[in-house]
């Protein structure tokens, strides 16, 4: 039997283990055409939460009662498609199944001579590229700019963090635990950090950090993080709204301090995206992630955690802050 693991309710608030269901179905039968695909890594990611309610969005919501569905990296267990050979390892948009059949369309090889097959879920993958574009594309640094950025120990900030030290920017990190924060001084190279969770005024110490004013706020959390840098944000800044997971879980979003003015005094562009948005430039941004890692120009992290049955509560823990860079589950 092949165990998969299904959407069993739309969570309210923060997700719930019983928000999950564990079932079984045949082993799947390959048909011409078909390869049949052995699930390794999965990605966990905040955007899922999104998907899990019933709302039009830039992508699909999940249907009840069926597989939910994320980056994986498979391998090629059995193959009826010329294109893919037994062996072979691949990297799609999977459903959380043990084993799947798929006919190939969408799939992309990886190659694990190149870069650990994990990386492709992270930092040559999905959440790298979300750094890389969000950053340069809108963010635009300058040498000698002031970058802060939210949610700076996870899979994305950790990686926009390095790439603006490499565009020669002082770089704040916002995280929520000491440990973190000192990651992000010794591993990532980050000039300050800041632990949002232990800070009563984050105004005052984002202002203390940033004494000349913000010139790029990268930020993956929203809510009252955000308040707070926009307080500090310079002439002429960039906004990089690319998370908001502060707010994934509320069922009304909250109203916070109205930005507008804030951003007219400071001819601020504040821009969202959705790394969709720049498919036709992944490989380009793949080739140089890869690069400055090849020349540990940037370092990246990974939380593994081992076993199919994990997958739920690896996502749910992405709300409590308890992975360093990328979240992954090894099946
Ligand atoms: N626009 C796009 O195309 C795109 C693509 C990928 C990701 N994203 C977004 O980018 C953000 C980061 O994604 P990721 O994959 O790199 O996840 P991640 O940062 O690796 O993991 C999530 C982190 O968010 C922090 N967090 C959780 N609840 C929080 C809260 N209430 N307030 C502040 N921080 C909180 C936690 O760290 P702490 O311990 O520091 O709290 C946690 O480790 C997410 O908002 C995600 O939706 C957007």
């Known amino acids: 039997m092949n165990r998969m693991i299904l959407l069993n309710n739309r969570p309210e608030g923060k997700p719930q283990q019983s928000d999950f269901k564990f079932a079984e179905e045949e082993k799947p039968k390959l048909k011409e055409g078909e ?8 990605s966990v990611d905040p955007y899922l939460r999104g998907r899990m309610r019933d709302q039009k969005s830039y992508i699909e919501p999940f249907e009840l009662h069926k ?17 893919f050979k037994e062996g072979d390892f691949v990297n799609g ?18 190659d694990a001579d190149q870069a650990p097959l994990s990386t492709y879920l992270g930092a040559v993958g999905m959440t790298g590229l979300t750094a890389y574009f969000g950053l340069t594309d809108i963010g635009k640094p300058k040498e000698g700019d002031t970058i802060v ?6 899979a994305v900030g950790s990686i926009v963090g390095q790439i603006g030290k490499i565009k020669g920017c002082r770089v704040i990190g916002i995280a929520g635990t000491d440990e973190k924060i000192e990651m992000l001084k010794n591993d990532f190279g980050f000039d300050e950090g800041i632990n949002y969770k232990t800070t009563s005024d984050m105004r ?15 930020d993956n959390v929203g809510g009252e993080i955000s308040d707070a840098v926009l307080a500090n944000i310079a002439r002429d800044a960039r906004v990089v709204v690319c998370g908001a997971i502060s707010l994934y879980n509320d069922e009304k979003t909250p109203t916070g301090p109205r930005v507008t003015p804030i951003l007219i ?6 821009q969202g995206f959705t790394i969709g948005n720049y498919q036709d430039r992944f490989g380009k941004g793949m080739l140089q992630l890869a690069k400055w890692l090849k020349e540990d120009k940037i370092t990246h992290k990974e939380t593994i955690i081992k076993g199919f049955d994990k997958i739920p509560q690896a996502f749910i ?7 360093t860079g990328k979240m992954i589950v090894e099946v």
Do not use: C, R
């Open 35 to 42: 390869v049949l695909l052995k699930t390794k890594y999965v």
């Open 67 to 83: 597989p939910i569905v994320s980056g994986i990296i498979a391998e090629v267990v059995e193959s009826k498609n010329p294109d």
């Open 93 to 110: 948009m999977l459903a959380w199944k043990e084993f799947q059949i798929s006919t190939g369309k969408n799939l992309q090889k990886v």
């Open 149 to 154: 950025v939210s949610g700076a120990a996870g």
């Open 204 to 218: 005052a110490a984002i202002k203390k950090a940033a004494p000349n004013g913000v010139n790029i706020y990268y």
């Open 265 to 270: 005094k400071n001819s601020v562009l504040m």
């Open 317 to 323: 823990d992405l709300f409590d802050g308890k992975n």
